[in-house]
């Protein structure tokens, strides 16, 4: 019999678990106030997550004199009696984990398998080793694996470095301090501070041509970062913007589609009359949002801003032309 489903309030709490596990790493330099009010806790909740943690083998506490959370355990947990194939099923289920999140799991769980393959006898390792880096970092992302180990190594560290980035207008040259690799809609992103404007700006990683180690460490951010907070009302990929409301009405011929799937965390489903459903989202950048929707053809009307509803019907009478020519060709 298939084992029953852990109660809700245990669902929240492990999910809050892993929350805490993920700003510990990604924005350790914040206060523990805005910790508690970041995870939605008072100070004795939090006190109890951090008891539960401890009793896992992870162990922090918040450092006065370096203003940030130090990570002092992390237990090492031995993994036994992986086949070949089962190892290289884990290589290649790390290649699809992205499409299905965009938080810092991925990124631990290439640094996991990395670890697996270190301890594979050496008559395997190499092709493991090889899948990792050119099946899922080249081929699934388009990334160069020694640049991407640079960024890993320089935000673990909190080294400055110095990037040659193309944006699509030419090679330009950046001096950043790098602090979390982001997968976004299986592609590598990297959020830094550029220092010249003290802005937060976000690299895409395969657009990278050269990464220099300046050899200055800033353990405390020149501006405030919060992973969890800056990407909260991103869509796809484009943060930061002040978030805007976007409702999609949806035919009733999609509407399981739709209502199976959850697409953001601030979304609102609302049934309609007719069959039909409309999708409320709160995102940095709505556009992104008319772009997913125009995949579902005429099962998908914008109806609010007005100006992106603007933008969508022009899309379409842009297309309509594209096939009327098409025809008459």
Same mark, same amino acid.
């Given at each position: 019999?298939?084992?029953?489903?852990?109660?809700?309030?245990?669902?929240?709490?492990?999910?809050?678990?892993?929350?805490?596990?993920?700003?510990?790493?990604?924005?350790?330099?914040?206060?523990?106030?805005?910790?508690?009010?970041?995870?939605?806790?008072?100070?004795?909740?939090?006190?109890?997550?951090?008891?539960?943690?401890?009793?896992?083998?992870?162990?922090?506490?918040?450092? @006065?004199?370096?203003?940030?959370?130090?990570?002092?355990?992390?237990?090492?947990?031995?993994? +036994?009696?992986?086949?070949?194939?089962?190892?290289?099923?884990?290589?290649?289920?790390?290649?699809?984990?992205?499409?299905?999140?965009?938080?810092?799991?991925? =990124?631990?769980?290439? =640094?996991?398998?990395?670890?697996?393959?270190?301890?594979?006898?050496?008559?395997?390792? =190499?092709?493991?080793?090889?899948?990792?880096?050119?099946?899922? +970092?080249?081929?699934?992302?388009?990334?160069?694996?020694?640049?991407?180990?640079?960024?890993?190594?320089?935000?673990?560290?909190?080294?400055?470095?110095?990037?040659?980035?193309? @944006?699509?207008?030419?090679? @330009?040259?950046?001096?950043?301090?790098?602090?979390?690799?982001?997968?976004?809609?299986?592609?590598?992103?990297?959020?830094?501070?550029?220092?010249?404007?003290?802005?937060?700006?976000?690299?895409?990683?395969?657009?990278?041509?050269?990464?220099?180690?300046?050899?200055?460490?800033?353990?405390?951010? +020149?501006?405030?970062?919060?992973?969890?907070?800056?990407?909260?009302?991103?869509?796809?990929?484009?943060?930061?913007?002040?978030?805007?409301?976007? @409702?999609?009405?949806?035919?009733?011929?999609?509407?399981?589609?739709?209502?199976?799937?959850? %697409?953001?965390?601030?979304?609102?489903?609302?049934?309609?009359?007719?069959?039909?459903?409309?999708?409320?989202? !709160?995102?940095?950048?709505?556009?992104?949002?008319? %772009? %997913?929707?125009?995949? %579902?053809?005429?099962?998908?009307?914008?109806?609010?801003?007005?100006? +992106?509803?603007?933008?969508?019907?022009? !899309?379409?009478?842009?297309?309509?032309?594209?096939?009327?020519?098409?025809?008459?060709?």
């Amino acid at each position: 019999m298939p084992p029953a489903a852990l109660p809700h309030q245990h669902v929240k709490r492990l999910q809050r678990l892993l929350t805490l596990v993920q700003d510990l790493k990604s924005a350790p330099q914040q206060s523990p106030e805005a910790l508690y009010a970041s995870l939605g806790v008072s100070r004795a909740m939090f006190y109890k997550d951090r008891q539960a943690l401890a009793a896992l083998g992870f162990v922090f506490h918040y450092d @006065r004199r370096q203003q940030r959370y130090v990570i002092t355990q992390d237990r090492f947990l031995p993994v +036994l009696n992986l086949s070949f194939s089962e190892m290289l099923a884990l290589v290649m289920a790390v290649r699809q984990l992205s499409s299905s999140g965009d938080y810092t799991l991925t =990124a631990d769980a290439i =640094a996991a398998v990395r670890k697996v393959i270190s301890n594979t006898p050496s008559e395997v390792r =190499a092709f493991l080793q090889a899948s990792l880096d050119d099946v899922v +970092l080249q081929d699934g992302y388009g990334c160069n694996a020694a640049i991407v180990q640079d960024l890993w190594r320089a935000c673990q560290e909190r080294q400055r470095l110095r990037l040659i980035h193309d @944006r699509g207008d030419g090679p @330009r040259t950046w001096v950043i301090d790098p602090y979390q690799i982001v997968f976004k809609r299986r592609a590598l992103y990297l959020d830094a501070c550029v220092v010249d404007t003290l802005q937060l700006s976000i690299f895409r990683v395969n657009r990278i041509q050269q990464v220099t180690f300046l050899g200055l460490r800033v353990p405390t951010p +020149l501006v405030p970062y919060n992973f969890r907070e800056r990407h909260r009302h991103s869509f796809s990929v484009f943060v930061g913007a002040d978030p805007q409301h976007v @409702r999609v009405r949806f035919c009733p011929e999609v509407r399981q589609y739709i209502t199976e799937t959850r %697409w953001h965390s601030s979304q609102q489903i609302d049934a309609l009359p007719d069959g039909s459903v409309v999708l409320t989202v !709160t995102v940095s950048e709505p556009r992104e949002v008319g %772009w %997913w929707a125009l995949q %579902w053809g005429a099962s998908a009307e914008v109806l609010e801003p007005e100006s +992106l509803r603007q933008e969508m019907a022009a !899309t379409a009478r842009q297309l309509a032309r594209v096939y009327e020519q098409t025809a008459q060709s």
